[in-house]
């Protein structure tokens, strides 16, 4: 079963826009989730983080917002850039896991100039 | 600093066949993660260290896969009696504790081929 899902896999915005790819759960252990994003032949890098106590988190051109009540969250990239093009992985984890990451299946992300 | 290397970066190999990948963590994280990435689909959990000994390798699909980290530095996969369906990037992650909070550092995978 596909514990988190990004039902999106592509999405096109314009330079300077801004950018909201979505993520669903269904797992409600799921108490820590993170963006990662992923270029072409390398491995997914580290971008954004939220608890399950929050229900936003801020970083610069980076917003994540979490609904629990409706096991959603979001990342809105704003102003969006060329450069932001690339595969944006939503991952989730609970402490009655351990340290295992469950990931969607991707968002392909891309900017236009 | 040096992030998470891995080797080899591709390798093919025929149905049947043994093969061993490579993992080297960056220096003093002490958890380490493998993940196996198929075609369109997100990184999948096979198995987690703490220091030399596996935590969590209830990712693994079966007894073809096996993980070590002996020194509790660099790790390897191996793979046995490789099939088709064992063809996919696989991804090896380190992070600074265990903690389910930690962020997990990727390298760049190693994309493996069976013919």
């Known amino acids: 079963d596909q514990q988190v899902k990004q039902n999106s896999p592509s999405l096109s915005v314009q330079e300077g826009r801004i950018s909201i790819l979505n993520c669903d759960y269904t797992n409600s252990m799921f108490d820590y989730f993170l963006w990662y994003k992923k270029y072409p032949a390398e491995g997914p890098t580290f971008l954004i983080s939220i608890s399950s106590i929050k229900d936003k988190n801020e970083d610069g051109r980076f917003t994540v917002f979490l609904n629990k009540s409706a096991k959603h969250l979001s990342l809105h990239i704003v102003p969006s850039q060329p450069g932001d093009s690339a595969v944006y992985f939503c991952a989730a984890s609970a402490e009655t896991s351990g340290s295992r990451l469950t990931f969607g299946e991707g968002t392909q992300l891309t900017v236009n100039p | 600093g040096a992030g998470v290397s891995q080797t080899p970066s591709n390798k093919v190999t025929e149905k049947g066949k043994y093969v061993e990948l490579r993992c080297d963590p960056i220096s003093g994280h002490t958890a380490l993660y493998w993940y196996r990435q198929s075609l369109g689909q997100g990184p999948e959990f096979l198995i987690y260290f703490q220091g030399t000994g596996a935590a969590d390798d209830s990712g693994l699909p079966n007894d073809r896969f096996f993980a070590v980290r002996p020194e509790g530095s660099v790790s390897t996969l191996k793979i046995q009696r490789t099939e088709r369906g064992d063809s996919a990037v696989y991804l090896c992650?380190?992070?600074?504790?265990?903690?389910?909070?930690?962020?997990?550092?990727f390298g760049p995978g190693t994309r493996l081929t069976v013919l």
């Open positions: 992650a380190s992070s600074p504790g265990s903690g389910w909070r930690n962020e997990q550092f």
